[in-house]
């Protein structure tokens, strides 16, 4: 039932991406971060991947407090990205101090149970990706629903939120530094031990003791195809509450901005998550609205225009174009900041960026257009080689 799905893709290397665009030319694939990519929120039934893993954090200002990992980072952002009721399988390494499921602190795992159901977990064998990407590491496939709501921080935390004591030794280290190791494992794999796909060892690892899914004497297929069948979860269609223009709305395109007005056949919508609705309101105010989504929009190209060094000729023909959009709607509506084109606007997710166009003084009197109009006010990033 899925074979027709939309399939939207995100690579951060140059070349794998652009093999994967070749590949499969009917996806839609991002070259770029994950925490570049602007991707619509509560829109994707599925969240599939093999996320990065690594003791360091990504820049992203969403998710900064949290001070996630890069790997909780991955599942705190597609928890966001998919529907209510839609389901996250992400493998994940359970390496750097027990990784997502096994660590001791269970800071990333009940941030993960406050919005989602674990449909189940599988570990795998060290072995399991030795052939294609010549690594040995232990790893979970983790499958994860999203709830309809956040749960409250004083629901029951379920099982796997949790870890017990595996393992607990003395170690010197090369440098004769005596250390107390503690190695945990999640209670779910303790409670389910048909879920690990191999036999849990601790061995001598690079940072002291380390646990390790060790493989056993059997294909890993057949081991998989048996574990799978304990997994069982129905995605549903996704409901919303709809208006009482429900049956106008369209479904939404996810190259416009979430909670933005948008031009479709020349109808006025406004996107709100998985949907947009059609907008009515008096002429006056829809002429308003479609001059300032034609600032925006021009507003965010010259910003991407200088955010990816675009020559200087093409940047100041959109400058052009800038000063003529705002000067003409100006001239019929006044600046964008005042009370008609506030209300008619405000609920549209750019408009304070429009409102920056303009520099007004103490009294609230206007001084002058931004250095956007006339000037580079954005440099763009240059590696350090």
């Known amino acids: 039932s899925m074979m027709d799905s939309k399939i939207y893709g995100v690579e951060i290397d140059d070349i794998s991406g652009r093999i994967a665009r070749q590949l499969y030319p009917e996806s839609r694939i991002e070259i770029a971060g994950f925490e570049d990519v602007e991707l619509p929120d509560s829109f994707f039934d599925v969240a599939i991947g093999n996320v990065p893993f690594g003791n360091l954090k990504v820049f992203d200002r969403r998710y900064n407090k949290y001070n996630f990992l890069i790997h909780d980072y991955f599942f705190a952002k597609a928890i966001d990205k998919v529907r209510p009721g839609g389901v996250i399988a992400f493998i994940t390494s359970n390496g750097m101090g027990g990784g997502t499921f096994d660590k001791q602190t269970d800071k990333a795992?009940?941030?993960?149970?406050?919005?989602?159901?674990?449909?189940?977990?599988?570990?795998?064998?060290?072995?399991?990706?030795?052939?294609?990407?010549?690594?040995?590491?232990?790893?979970?496939?983790?499958?994860?629903?999203?709830?309809?709501?956040?749960r409250g921080m004083d629901a029951d935390v379920p099982e796997w939120v949790n870890t017990s004591v595996y393992h607990e030794s003395d170690y010197v280290d090369k440098d004769g530094a005596a250390h107390h190791q503690i190695i945990t494992l999640n209670d779910y794999y303790l409670k389910h031990p048909e879920m690990v796909l191999g036999k849990h060892e601790v061995i001598s690892g690079p940072f002291g003791p380390q646990l390790v899914c060790s493989p056993v004497d059997r294909p890993l297929s057949e081991l998989l195809q048996k574990a799978i069948q304990?997994?069982?979860?129905?995605?549903?269609?996704?409901?919303?509450?709809?208006?009482?223009?429900?049956?106008?709305?369209?479904?939404?395109?996810?190259?416009?901005?979430?909670?933005?007005?948008?031009?479709?056949?020349?109808?006025?919508?406004?996107?709100?998550?998985?949907?947009?609705?059609?907008v009515h309101v008096s002429k006056t105010a829809e002429n308003r609205i479609r001059g300032m989504?034609?600032?925006?929009?021009?507003?965010?190209?010259?910003?991407?225009?200088?955010?990816?060094?675009?020559?200087?000729?093409?940047?100041?023909?959109?400058?052009?174009?800038?000063?003529?959009?705002?000067?003409d709607h100006v001239k019929h509506y006044g600046y964008i900041s005042n009370q008609g084109n506030r209300l008619?606007?405000?609920?549209?997710?750019?408009?304070?960026?429009?409102?920056?166009?303009?520099?007004?003084?103490?009294?609230g009197n206007f001084k002058h257009k931004s250095d956007m109009f006339t000037k580079r006010t954005i440099r763009t990033h240059i590696p350090v080689t």
């Open 293 to 327: 989504i034609r600032l925006r929009d021009c507003t965010r190209r010259l910003i991407e225009y200088q955010t990816e060094n675009y020559p200087d000729e093409t940047i100041q023909a959109e400058q052009s174009e800038l000063n003529r959009l705002y000067d």
């Open 109 to 150: 795992r009940k941030y993960l149970a406050q919005r989602c159901e674990l449909v189940g977990a599988i570990r795998l064998p060290s072995n399991a990706f030795t052939e294609n990407a010549g690594t040995d590491i232990t790893t979970d496939i983790l499958f994860l629903q999203k709830l309809d709501k956040q």
């Open 230 to 278: 304990n997994i069982s979860a129905e995605i549903k269609p996704y409901e919303v509450s709809l208006p009482d223009n429900e049956d106008e709305a369209i479904s939404a395109d996810p190259n416009v901005r979430n909670y933005s007005y948008t031009v479709v056949d020349g109808n006025l919508y406004f996107r709100e998550n998985s949907l947009m609705y059609p």
């Open 344 to 363: 008619a606007f405000r609920d549209d997710s750019s408009y304070f960026l429009l409102c920056s166009l303009e520099i007004f003084d103490d009294e």
